[in-house]
């Protein structure tokens, strides 16, 4: 009796798990459902025109290489912006981080707000930072400069004030207790343990600072991302591979530049005096050449300090309410592109991942090196690059948005995704193996549930970052809110632009908050 | 005697929170120039806590410091920011855990110990006055770190040597007062002695009064001349080491070794 009672018991509680599972299945195809009708998501019309998308590449070849001396100049241009900015982000970023630290500043009346303004600061994506300077300061570099080193602190400040919690804070204490002052002990206490993790990141916000760079001349701001533009315009789509090709170019190298000076950082190479003078000496000759070339002048600088009061004014006293409804559904859209296009990369990168790493596979050795390449190559094809190309082909609106990020994610989730299966523990697999699993059940048994935790949460990290993609790229015509920013920017509608950003900035950061809560209970377990 | 150098009255100091301690209840000391006393007691019983609060360090862990505290004739809970950055400057205060900045070199770290003599903008520079320099090579051999280490790295210097260089760093102050927080609990017996006896050298030298906290029984008998026993708090004990009987002094403060007590 009481046997049976348990065994219904039991029963009882699977067939509530099957009932769970079922409906958390018809909640997530729901969920898909929506966002593939958000974006406008269409097999057949990606079949059909899909053809002009390789019709498009091949107006393109051969690239027009006369047009190189004409390109040397924005290319030094986009290297001078990047250069410029991660400086002046770098400089801008050091007291954020000082400032922002508990342990340095014991009060939370200082440490809170400046925190809350660094959090701000990151919220807001890339080009939009693009769009605003240009509106405040004008066409051209300037404005890049302006974008590139708020875009720069945001990153830096970030990071490095990780760091700053994790600091040893016995030795400002010894500084304070000679009778130091506050200055004092940043300067021996915490700097000191503070700038090699600060010179790490300014070297990686470097790299994408370049990325950048290369393609926000597209919103007006200086370098090789104008001269996209103009070819895009003209259908000369022979000089427009031309420049992608360039721009590929120069990510990659600089990229191989910046891992050989990080390694040579991080082993703390000890490096003859004059080598040293002559770094830093070639460093600072980069950073004034740069100042004096890009012609960044008072009057721009004064010009957009107003229209950025103006902006912030705009928002708190008369912001556009009757445009918040508008903003909500964009914002929405874009959260929908950043679905789709983070599933889509992923579902593409998953095979990716596994063939990448030949370790459980079995797949010949040349095959697999050359399956890791591809996602490095992709990773330098800049979103914004690939949205043009495909708002050419399928016309403006989310489709090409999805498709962007789609494909530029492969290129981050491909190379992780191989990491994460190169570090499962091999224990488990030759249990299986052992006990004549066949290769299917050894990967069903015994890799997917090592691997899974760790692909899901690279995922939501994944999307947390094409979320700011997404709510930006429909300002060259990609869907979600960026579209309605571009509307407004071009009527100079400020107040609109102004809702756009009360409604990105906490969508933005209500994501990252989520994200990196459910990512921490995934990999903790 | 002399008027005290260091005087503390009714000194009370509480750690709020959820369950607040009271670290230390009512404690009263008076300290002569030239003394050397070691405070002693188990771990908990607030000598971490007395020395912190004579600098006032204690605030760092929001600590609530009550009573009356007299450096040199200064009520140190009185003082401002500045007044107390003066006070600091005259007391060198030696941590457990040697608090160097590992990424600094050896001299580097000794020189923080001259920052509040050297001007504003020189220390923020980093271009501190030659005799400073001199000073800070002089205190580091004289606490035995040879001339040829002086450039390396701090992270790079044993417990030991680590320590040494937190005597320097505090030398250079020129203090009036030495406090040293269980200066020797995180090395092996022979360096513990080593160093304790940098501290006598010192303090028979150059006659700075020093206070030295020590969980230790050994080494307390060995360079106390003056105990201070602390208990839950409380001062126990406060006598010359002549008139301590070392039995029921070991049986009170730290309990019976099989732990009847
Ligand atoms: N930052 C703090 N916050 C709360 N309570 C504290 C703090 N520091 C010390 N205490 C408490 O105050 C009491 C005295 O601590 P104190 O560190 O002064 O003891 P101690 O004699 O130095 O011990 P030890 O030999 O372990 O260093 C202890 O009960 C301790 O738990
Ligand atoms: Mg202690």
């Known amino acids: ?525 | 005697m002399a008027t005290p150098i260091l005087r503390v009255h009714n000194l009370t100091v509480i750690y709020p929170g959820v369950h607040p301690v009271k670290a230390l209840d009512n404690v009263n000391l008076e300290i002569y120039p030239g003394e050397f006393v070691v405070v002693a007691g188990v771990s908990g019983s607030g000598k971490s806590t007395l020395l912190r609060a004579i600098n006032r360090l204690a605030e760092n862990d929001h600590a609530r410091i009550e009573g009356e505290i007299y450096f040199d004739g200064i009520n140190v809970l009185k003082a401002s920011r500045r007044q107390l950055r003066e006070i600091r400057s005259h007391i060198g205060f030696i941590f457990q855990e040697y608090n160097v900045v590992e990424r600094l070199p050896v001299l580097t770290n000794t020189l923080v110990g001259s920052l509040a003599q050297v001007g504003f903008l020189r220390s923020l520079l980093g271009r501190f006055p030659k005799e400073q320099i001199e000073r800070a090579h002089r205190a580091l051999v004289r606490v035995g770190i040879p001339q040829h280490r002086h450039g390396d790295r701090a992270a790079r210097l044993s417990g030991g040597q680590k320590q040494r260089v937190g005597i320097a760093r505090a030398l250079l102050q020129r203090p009036k007062l030495i406090l040293a927080d269980e200066p020797v609990a995180s090395l092996d017996p022979i360096t513990a002695n080593v160093v304790m006896n940098i501290f006598k050298k010192i303090n028979e030298d150059e006659g700075i009064t020093t206070i030295v906290n020590l969980h230790d029984p050994v080494l307390t008998f060995k360079y106390g001349k003056r105990i201070i026993g602390l208990k839950g708090g409380r001062i126990i004990y406060d006598k010359p080491i002549s008139a301590i009987n070392r039995e029921t002094f070991e049986e009170d403060i730290y309990g019976t070794v099989d732990g009847e007590g």
């Open chain 1, 1 to 525: 009796m009481a046997q049976w009672t348990e065994r219904a018991r039991l029963s009882g509680e699977v067939w509530l798990r099957r009932f769970g599972f079922s409906l958390g299945l018809l909640l997530l195809l729901a969920l898909y459902g929506w966002a593939l009708r958000g974006v406008e998501f269409d097999l057949s019309s990606i079949f059909k025109y899909g053809g002009k998308f390789f019709e498009l590449l091949g107006r393109m070849y051969p690239p027009d290489f006369s047009a190189l001396p004409q390109l040397v100049r924005p290319l030094l241009q986009t290297i001078q912006m990047a250069t410029l900015g991660t400086f002046l982000g770098a400089l801008m970023a050091l007291p954020l981080v000082v400032f922002g630290s508990q342990l340095v500043v014991r009060s939370a009346l200082i440490y809170w707000p400046v925190r809350a303004f660094m959090n701000i600061l990151r919220t807001i994506p890339d080009l939009l930072y693009a769009v605003l300077f240009v509106a405040a300061m004008g066409f051209g570099p300037a404005a890049g400069v302006g974008a590139l080193s708020f875009f720069a602190c945001a990153i830096i400040a970030k990071l490095t004030s990780e760091s700053a919690d994790n600091i040893n804070p016995k030795p400002i204490e010894a500084v304070e207790a000679v009778g130091a002052n506050k200055l004092q002990v940043i300067r021996y206490a915490v700097l000191p343990q503070l700038i090699p993790s600060f010179i790490d990141h300014v070297i990686y916000v470097f790299e994408l600072n370049v990325r950048v760079s290369a393609v926000m001349g597209y919103v007006g701001a200086g370098g090789m991302g104008m001269q996209l533009t103009t070819a895009m315009e003209w259908r000369n789509y022979p000089q427009v591979l031309t420049i992608a090709l360039l721009i590929f170019a120069l990510v990659i190298i600089i990229d191989m530049i910046a891992n050989r000076i990080r390694d040579a950082f991080v082993q703390g190479i000890k490096l003859h005096p004059v080598v040293r003078w002559l770094e830093w000496g070639i460093l600072a000759g980069l950073i004034v050449w740069s100042f004096i070339s890009l012609e960044v002048d008072l009057t721009r600088l004064r010009r957009g300090f107003g229209y950025f009061s103006n902006l912030v004014w705009a928002i708190t006293t008369e912001p556009a309410t009757e445009y918040l409804g508008l903003a909500i559904q964009r914002m929405v859209q874009s959260l929908q592109i950043a679905l789709v296009g983070t599933t889509l990369s992923f579902l593409l990168s998953f095979p990716l991942g596994f063939l990448a790493s030949r370790r459980y596979v079995g797949i010949p050795v040349a095959l697999a090196v050359s399956m890791k390449q591809i996602p490095n190559i992709i990773r330098a094809f800049p979103e914004l690059i690939l949205a043009i190309f495909f708002i050419a082909t399928f016309g403006p609106g989310p489709l090409p948005g999805v498709l962007a990020i789609a494909i530029h994610s492969i290129g981050m989730l491909g190379k992780f995704n191989a990491e994460i299966v190169e570090k499962i523990r091999k224990e488990p697999v030759e249990a299986l193996q052992s006990s004549g699993a066949s290769r299917l059940q050894v990967f069903r048994y015994a890799v997917l549930p090592q691997v899974l935790p760790e692909f899901l949460a690279l995922f939501i990290y994944r999307f947390e970052i094409n979320v700011r993609a997404a709510s930006v790229l429909g300002i060259v015509g990609a869907g979600g809110i960026g579209s309605l920013i571009n509307e407004a920017q071009s009527y100079r509608a400020w107040d609109i632009v102004g809702i756009c950003l009360v409604v990105i900035i906490p969508t933005v950061m209500a994501i990252d908050f989520l994200s990196a809560r459910i990512r921490k209970k995934l990999i903790e377990g």
